[in-house]
């Protein structure tokens, strides 16, 4: 089992409830495990962790948050080669373009992605949103 982070933004609490998912399932199977809101971790402090479990929402027309996430993002998407990555985020409009653009980067950094799609919930998660993410956060604390 490798080191992970979780690192996420969340504005309406909606991505923050999946990433606490996400982080109480990793650590059943994994103590090696950190949840990090994206302000408390830079990018080149990221790239330590062989294992990266990203959420952010949906923003905009369907792009990442622009003011904090995006720039850790475009900060560290050149250092996911050969990383776990893990996505999930939350919408509430649109049809989840911004997680298959996003998935779509992290393959052509380089990453291998822990599941072929990133976890997505229409506004707040429901029990089948969690359970994803509680899934997401077990099978990436094995890798």
């Given amino acids: ?58 923003m905009g027309a369907e792009e990442l948050e622009e003011g904090e996430f995006e720039p850790f993002f475009s900060d560290l998407e050149s250092s996911l080669g050969g990383k776990n990555v893990g ?17 779509d980067r992290v393959s052509s950094a380089g990453a291998k992605l822990v599941i072929d799609e990133g976890v997505i919930a229409n506004e707040t998660p429901d029990d089948d949103a969690l359970e994803q993410c509680r899934q997401l956060g077990k099978t990436a604390a094995s890798l």
């Fill in 1 to 58: 089992m490798s080191k992970m982070a979780i690192i996420y933004w969340s504005s309406t609490g909606n991505t923050e409830a999946m990433a606490n998912a996400v982080y109480e399932a990793a650590k059943e199977v994994n103590s090696d495990v950190t949840l990090f809101n994206v302000s408390d971790i830079s990018s080149s402090d990221a790239t330590s962790y062989d294992t990266i479990v990203l959420g952010c929402p949906a």
């Fill in 87 to 103: 996505l999930f985020g939350s919408y509430g409009w649109g049809d989840g373009e911004w997680m298959r653009l996003w998935t």
